[in-house]
């Protein structure tokens, strides 16, 4: 009789631990995922750029990446440029080669101002609808004006549509630097929206898409720094974020 009891209790001892145990283990995964929200494929990116799949939560602590696509633009990458150094923002700028050779005062002010410079390919192709002979030739042109200009040879590249093979990366030495946020910016002119929706999306680790060849995205950059710096977010450059 007596060791029924604590048989009945022990049961209920067991019972409680199980229940404990899922709502633990329902915790960690949900913090797994606010800290590592990225998607599938910036992961792999991730991976593949730090050869490392130990994701440490201290890398990506108040940490955010702003990626500025499809530039440079006369008065749209000057203006925000301005923004940023007023700021004490660094970010990161995939240039196209061709927009390059027309406005290397600016791709020089970038780097000099302590921005990152990546490619994005030279004429903004869709890599894997290029012949591989042609697709090698819109990085590496890229990186040979990157270089003339600033005497460094990018080893980011943001592929056009996020759409590249591993393979022809790999054979130009390039890392694959995507996305976790997407504003499409390229498509909208109300910021106000756009900056609620990116700042209450925005945790640790994301790597922000805007295009600073828009007005109202330079706009909607700045003011999201403005939000995000308040609440204790530092910016760095995607290197700071993939490797350190
Ligand atoms: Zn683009």
New binding site residues.
């Given amino acids: 009789m007596k060791q029924s009891i604590w048989h009945r209790i022990y049961s209920r001892i067991c019972i409680l631990e199980v229940f404990c145990g899922m709502i633990l283990t329902g915790l960690v995964l949900q913090n797994h995922n606010r800290i590592f929200g990225l998607n599938e494929k910036s992961k792999e990116v991730i991976a593949q750029a730090s050869d490392d799949t130990d994701y440490g939560y201290r890398r990506y602590e108040n940490r955010i990446a702003l990626t500025f696509?499809?530039g440079p633009a006369a008065e749209t990458t000057e203006e925000l440029l301005e923004g940023l150094k007023e700021r004490g923002v660094h970010a990161t700028f995939?240039f196209?080669g061709e927009s390059a050779q027309k406005h290397p005062e600016i791709v020089q002010k970038a780097q000099q101002e302590g921005h990152l410079i990546g490619n994005?390919t030279y004429s903004?192709v869709q890599l894997e609808n290029c012949s591989i002979e042609a697709a090698r030739r819109e990085i590496v042109q890229t990186n040979e004006v990157m270089e003339q200009i600033t005497g460094v040879i990018p080893k980011y590249i943001?592929p056009?549509?996020g759409d590249y093979s591993n393979q022809l990366l790999s054979e130009v030495n390039m890392i694959p630097v995507l996305w976790s946020i997407d504003p499409k910016d390229w498509e909208r002119t109300d910021v106000s929206n756009m900056v609620r929706e990116i700042v209450s999306d925005a945790k640790d680790g994301d790597i922000i898409l805007f295009?600073d060849i828009y007005k109202t995205s330079v706009v909607a950059a700045l003011e999201v720094v403005d939000i995000l710096q308040d609440r204790g977010y530092v910016f760095v450059t995607v290197d700071e974020l993939l490797l350190d």
Avoid: A, K, L, M
């Fill in positions: 696509d499809d995939f196209i994005h903004h943001r056009p549509y295009h």
